[in-house]
């Protein structure tokens, strides 16, 4: 893992957060408590802030960053499948993004909802709270069920306690 300043901005990365080996972070990224970063993902904050709420998980080979004066922004809980791309979006609270999809300028996905595998959210586009959204470009498909709700949450829940169990390891090392 690598974490670098970009000019007079340093990542600010909660003690408790699992960073896997090949992560790179830099610049203007802030990273909160209980969350994960996967291998091999790059979260650069060169161009614009990145804030990474508590328990979200970024899994594996992800990229993060910005444009100009567009901050990206990951809620808490939020859940980022692997490979994916996100780009000065917003993804609220709870929110799934599938392995593959991506994610471009000034997007919104609403709260709980689950973006599949992939997607692309073109720029501005804004994915309604609960839904299940997929296709490039991608579109609403349905509300999201309870099932869906249930497994999102598992999948969190999942990530937040293997991230803790990896970050053991590490210490123990």
């Known amino acids: 893992m690598k974490i670098y300043p970009y ?3 340093y990542p600010v990365i909660d003690p408790s957060v699992f960073l896997a080996d090949g992560v790179v972070i830099t610049g ?15 979260i650069r904050g060169d161009v614009a802030p990145t804030y990474i709420g508590e328990r979200v998980n970024i899994q594996d080979n992800s990229t993060l960053h ?7 922004v990951l809620e808490d809980g939020v859940t980022v499948g692997h490979q994916c791309i996100l780009h000065s979006c917003v993804i609220k609270k709870d929110a799934l993004i599938g392995m593959g999809a991506t994610i471009l300028d000034r997007a919104e996905i609403g709260e709980g909802a689950f973006v599949g595998a992939g997607s692309l959210v073109p720029p501005g586009k804004k994915i309604p709270p609960r839904t299940l959204a997929l296709g490039s470009p ?7 069920t309870e099932d869906d709700v249930k497994d999102m949450e598992r ?3 999942e990530y937040v306690e293997k ?3 990896y970050k053991s390891l590490i210490e123990n090392d």
């Not at 203007?28 to 790059?42: L, P, Q, R």
């Not at 910005?66 to 990206?72: R, Y």
């Open 66 to 72: 910005q444009s100009p004066e567009n901050p990206l």
């Open 163 to 165: 991230g803790q169990y």
């Open 155 to 157: 999948i969190r829940r």
């Open 7 to 9: 000019k007079d901005h």
């Open 28 to 42: 203007d990224v802030s990273v909160k408590k209980d969350a994960s970063i996967w291998f091999n993902t790059v």
């Open 138 to 144: 991608a579109k609403v498909v349905r509300d999201l």
